[in-house]
């Protein structure tokens, strides 16, 4: 008995196939050995561990010259507006706030008032 010729493509084509996916599948199994035989994973992981660290710490550095920058920022805002002795608002702060609260009385009910302060 004899095989025809369409039998005889069809398992050629399979063969093929089947030959493709197990060279692809030994190759990578052979790659993945090669790697772990060298140890260049353990140095990548190695190299990757110390640089996250270094840019968690320069990060960390960051964080606290972002933080002293606020303080410092929100330090001078309150000299401004404050005697620097007492702590007291100034008369900058007075003034800016007394002529906010005429703003709002114009708007809100179309009236003003208005408050005389003499220094001696």
């Known amino acids: 008995m004899r095989a025809n010729d369409s039998y005889l493509s069809g398992m050629r084509s399979w063969l093929e196939w089947a030959t493709f996916v197990g060279g692809l599948a030994m190759t990578g199994l052979f790659g993945g050995f090669l790697l772990i035989l060298t140890g260049y994973t353990r140095r990548v992981e190695s190299k990757v561990t110390a640089r996250t660290a270094e840019l968690a710490e320069a990060n960390q550095q960051l964080q606290n010259q972002l933080d002293a920058t606020r303080q410092a920022e929100a330090r001078v805002e309150f000299l401004a507006h404050h ?9 900058a702060f007075w003034l800016t706030r007394s002529r906010h609260a005429m703003a709002q009385g114009q708007h809100n009910c179309g009236c003003a008032g208005s408050i005389a302060v003499r220094e001696s």
Not at 84 to 91: A, F, H, I, Q, Y
Request: no cysteine; proline share 11%.
């Open 83 to 91: 005697d620097s002795l007492t702590g007291l608002p100034n008369r």
